[in-house]
Nanobody, 123 residues
Framework: VQLQASGGGLVQAGGSLRLSCAAS????????MGWFRQAPGKEREFVAA????????SYADSVKGRFTISRDNAKNTVYLQMASLKPEDTAVYYC?????????????????WGQGTLVTVSS
């Protein structure tokens, strides 16, 4: 599967942004999906994950209550709705996919990665 992330940009603190990750292929609904981010000088970290049906989601503590992951299997797309953004949310955001599973919270749980989209939150 090939992944294309989009929707990043510059937003003021407190604002909102929605990221999208479009997947190729006819078997998208069999994949669990995740969002990760990497800030300058830091390691890549888990943000959110969702299982194949959308019935199971998980979030990093740092984004819980502010970010929402969802998916539309008919459109082969997973979304990350981000609200109440903070400057520390600034990072390149990556989507990832893995066949089956519940939605891993670690990067090694994913075999497929998108190219990343930059989110910059100004104070």
């Amino acid at each position: 599967v090939q992944l294309q992330a989009s929707g990043g940009g510059l937003v003021q603190a407190g604002g909102s942004l929605r990221l999208s990750c479009a997947a190729s292929g006819r078997t998208f609904s069999s994949y669990s999906m995740g969002w990760f981010r990497q800030a300058p000088g830091k390691e890549r970290e888990f943000v959110a994950a969702i299982n194949w049906s959308g019935g199971i989601t998980s979030y990093a503590d740092s984004v819980k209550g502010r970010f929402t992951i969802s998916r539309d299997n008919a459109k082969n797309t997973v979304y990350l709705q981000m609200a109440s953004l903070k400057p520390e949310d600034t990072a390149v955001y990556y989507c990832a996919a893995e066949r089956g599973g519940r939605g891993a919270t670690v990067s090694i749980g994913y075999s497929y990665w998108g190219q990343g989209t930059l989110v910059t939150v100004s104070s």
